[in-house]
C-alpha cells in the first residue's frame, strides 16, 4: 500500500514527509462543521446520494422480500455504513479543496479524484475499508447465529421480540455493540483524516493511516467529540427511511476535510 503511488509519473511531496499534527479544540469542530454546512449549500450533492444509496437500499429490502435471512444482518448493515463513509466521501473533499482553492466547483468535481495522483493509495485504503465492513458483517452474523442458531426470524416481530425480550437478545446487544465500537473505533482512528491528506498530499497509503492516528493520538477529547456527532448525525439521518443521510453525509464529508486543515499543518 505505501508503494502503490511510487510510480515515476508522481510527483511526491517531500513536505508531506514530516507533517506537524496540530492541537484543536472543540471551536475547531464546530467551525469545521459550520464550513461543511457552506461547502454543502455551495455545491449541494444530496441528489448524488440519493441515487446512490437507494440502490443499495432497494436490494437489501429486496432480499428482505425473499426471507428474513437478512434481518439479523439490519442492524449491522445500517450501522456498517459508518465503516465505508470515509471512501465514499472522497468526491466531497475534492469539492472542498476547490473550493477553498476560489476555484468554481460543481458535482461534477467529483470526477477529478480519479485523476489524483494518489488515486492508488485512495483506492487502497478503500479496499482496506470494505475488507473491515465485510469483517463485520461477518462477525455480527456469527455473534447472532452463537446465540440463536441457524434458524431464520418468522418475521420482524418475532424478530424484535428474540431481541428485546430474551436473554440471548441482551447479550446479542451488549456483544454486539461491543464488537461494533471495536470496528468504528478503528475505522475512525486509521481514516480520521488519511483520505483527505491522500487527496491533498501524495504521501502514500501507509503514511496517512500513520498520520490519523498520530492525530487521534494527539486530540483525544476533540476527537471522541467528533466521533460522537458523526455517529448522532448518522442516527438521525437514517430514521426518515435513510433520507436524511443525503444530506448527513455530504455536511460531515466536506466538515472532515475542514477538520483535516485543521489538524494538519
Not at 128 to 145: D, H, K, S
Request: aromatic share 12%.
Amino acid at each position: 500500500m505505501a508503494k502503490l503511488d511510487a510510480l515515476p509519473h508522481v510527483r511526491r511531496d517531500p513536505v508531506s514527509e514530516e507533517l506537524t499534527i496540530r492541537r484543536i479544540g472543540l471551536s475547531d469542530l464546530m467551525d469545521a462543521l459550520r464550513r461543511g454546512m457552506a461547502d454543502f449549500w455551495a455545491a449541494p450533492t444530496h441528489l448524488f446520494f440519493l441515487c446512490l444509496m437507494y440502490p443499495v437500499i432497494g436490494v437489501f429490502f429486496a432480499g428482505l422480500a425473499f426471507g428474513n435471512n437478512m434481518l439479523p444482518l439490519l442492524f449491522p448493515l445500517m450501522s456498517g455504513f459508518a465503516l465505508v463513509g470515509p471512501l465514499a466521501a472522497v468526491g466531497l473533499y475534492e469539492i472542498s479543496r476547490e473550493r477553498e482553492r476560489g476555484q468554481e466547483v460543481s458535482v461534477s468535481s467529483v470526477s477529478n479524484v480519479f485523476r489524483s495522483h494518489a488515486i492508488g493509495s485512495i483506492a487502497a485504503l478503500g479496499v482496506l475499508l470494505m475488507v473491515i465492513f465485510i469483517a463485520w458483517i461477518l462477525a455480527a452474523q456469527a455473534i447472532y447465529q452463537s446465540l440463536f442458531g441457524w434458524h431464520a426470524p418468522q418475521s420482524m416481530s418475532a424478530f424484535l421480540q428474540e431481541v428485546f425480550t430474551t436473554r440471548n437478545g441482551w447479550t446479542l446487544i451488549v456483544v454486539g455493540n461491543a464488537v461494533g465500537f471495536v470496528f468504528s473505533a478503528v475505522v475512525f482512528c486509521l481514516s480520521v483524516i488519511s483520505f483527505p491528506l491522500l487527496l491533498d498530499r501524495d504521501v502514500g497509503a501507509i503514511p496517512a493511516i500513520v498520520a490519523s492516528f498520530r492525530a487521534v493520538a494527539a486530540n483525544p477529547g476533540p476527537m471522541l467529540v467528533w466521533a460522537l456527532i458523526v455517529a448522532l448525525a448518522l442516527a438521525i439521518g437514517f430514521i426518515p427511511l435513510f433520507i436524511g443521510l443525503a444530506v448527513v453525509l455530504p455536511i460531515l464529508g466536506h466538515a472532515t476535510w475542514h477538520l483535516y486543515r485543521k489538524v494538519v499543518e
